[in-house]
């Protein structure tokens, strides 16, 4: 048995040791905890902040609990959930080569009602691990800014979320203290959560932006975050983050922040913090007729910010103002005093079947913008579409189409032009990149699903030149075929 089929069979042994159940989710529970007002909200996503509503435990009868240690655990407080899937995807055409890559990763997570549990009233546990596996295609071929699939990481097996949580004021005001991903709770459009690409759940612009790609998959950092619900509608939530989930790349070790925190316990207190805040309204996801069916299009608006205390460097001018491809230059870059982003989203549901409030149609845009001197993306904007139920035999079956726009900075494209300018050779000027993608998620059964996907993406790397091309031509765009298979036990 190898290494890597070792680790399969241990987990697939826990799974069966420690039987596992879906988050115990109702159906008013979007994407990021807020209320669901999206119809269009798939019912498995491989996002971190997607929740799951169905298992296979009610398909496999009596084997679905065979010692009953499950229903003995749940009485308990006691909840463990299994997320299995698999991503096979192919670049067919351009980007920097031809290939296809397959990627899988197990998601094993533990929530304990402490208040059931230990006597702590209002308090709650929880600790999620990934076991991640194969190659990804966005670093094999495609080259691309939005990552391909939000399943691609470097193989490992890894720590993502360890937490404690506190309920105050009759479950108004919660605090959380531990290791944190900012992604299962801000920025999370509930529509986005249907796509394959990492872009429509951590944002591009973050991705890039932020040291080591910010507290995001398949990282999680040190972190307090608040919640505050005035009423069922509202919310806003604040969280400070170690700014650096990896640490900083020195020159003694990797560059890759996946190789510098390889199992996610760095757990690092020493780096100038992260700042992330958001307020959020949803809207007639309550307002029922006397058959229970809403009166109305149900929707949240978002609006937030963050501001990292870092250090950034300029990508464009040395600490005395001239051209870091200047000869003369120092080539030591300008330092800015911190870095900053701002972004709102809506999603709404724009369509129901008649007599239906889990069919139909919603959409989804999200902007978000930052200071152009010291950051690769100043401007990221996405949108989509989703629609469950749309084949009249296939009514919980979810289609998508979704698109999105990175624009490189100002002064990333002043330094492209300034060393074509100082060296006199030709090379590509990044510009943006963009993406398109088309995707079904097929219900086969409770808790396990099929989903062929197309992604066609625009300028990868922003108009990068292609590390494979002698002359140094741009990474032409690129066409990625896949098909996703979940299993949530």
């Known amino acids: 048995m190898t290494h890597r089929t070792g680790r399969w069979a241990l987990a697939a042994i826990a799974c069966v040791l420690i039987p596992s159940h879906a ?30 509503t169905t298992s296979i435990e009610g398909s496999l009868g009596a084997a679905g609990d065979p010692t009953g240690l499950r229903r003995f655990l749940a009485s308990r407080g006691v909840v463990s959930s299994f997320n299995a899937i698999a991503d096979i995807l192919g670049d067919t055409n351009g980007g920097t080569r031809r290939t296809a890559t397959v990627t899988n990763r197990i998601d094993m997570q533990l929530d304990v009602d402490l208040d059931r549990f230990a006597g702590w009233s209002g308090a709650a546990f929880r600790v999620e691990a990934f076991q ?10 495609v080259n691309d800014l939005a990552v391909v699939s939000e399943l691609e990481a470097l193989p490992s097996t890894r720590l993502y979320e360890l937490w404690v949580e506190q309920q105050l004021f009759d479950g108004k005001l919660a605090i959380k203290v531990g290791q944190v991903a900012a992604d299962t709770e801000f920025l999370v459009s509930q529509t986005a959560t249907l796509f394959i690409n990492s872009t429509f759940g951590w944002p ?36 400070l983050f170690d700014g650096d989930p990896a640490g900083p790349a020195r020159a003694w070790n990797d560059p890759d922040p996946q190789r510098r ?31 229970g069916y809403l009166l109305d299009e149900p929707g949240t608006v978002t609006v937030g910010g963050w501001h990292h205390f870092g250090r950034f460097d300029s990508l464009r001018i040395d600490g005395a103002g001239h051209p870091l491809a200047d000869l003369a230059s120092s080539g030591v870059a300008r330092r800015f005093r911190g870095n900053d982003g701002l972004y709102a989203m809506i999603d709404q549901t724009v369509f129901r079947e008649p007599g239906k409030n889990d069919e139909g149609a919603s959409v989804f845009v999200r902007v978000v913008g930052s200071p152009g001197d010291r950051n690769l993306i100043d401007l990221y904007l996405d949108a989509g579409i989703g629609y469950r139920g749309l084949l009249p035999t296939r009514s919980n079956d979810t289609v998508g189409l979704g698109v999105s726009y990175a624009r490189v900075s100002p002064s990333a494209r002043g330094f492209d032009r300034d060393t074509i300018l100082a060296t006199g050779t030709a090379m590509p000027r990044r510009s943006f990149e963009a993406l398109v993608e088309a995707t079904y998620q097929a219900v086969i059964a409770p808790g396990v699903t099929v989903q062929p996907n197309l992604q066609y993406v625009f300028h990868p790397g922003g108009n990068s030149a292609d590390p494979r091309d002698p002359a140094g031509q741009r990474i032409k765009n690129a066409t990625v075929v896949g098909l996703r298979a979940t299993l949530t036990y």
Not at 30 to 43: I, L
Not at 265 to 278: G, V
Request: net charge positive.
């Open 132 to 141: 991640i596996n194969g190659a990804g295609l966005s670093r094999a071929a």
């Open 204 to 239: 591009t612009i973050a991705a890039t932006n932020l040291p080591s790609g910010g507290p995001a998959y398949p990282f999680g950092s040190p972190a307090v975050r608040a919640k505050y619900l005035p009423n069922p509608n509202l919310s806003f939530q604040v969280g």
């Open 23 to 52: 988050r115990a989710q109702g159906v008013n529970v979007g994407a990021g905890g807020d209320p669901r007002t999206s119809v269009a909200q798939p019912e498995v996503s491989g996002k971190p902040s997607a929740v799951a």
């Open 261 to 291: 925190d390889r199992t996610g316990t760095n757990f690092r207190l020493s780096d100038p913090p992260l700042l992330i805040a958001e307020a959020a309204y949803a809207y007639n996801f309550k307002e029922r007729d006397r058959s």
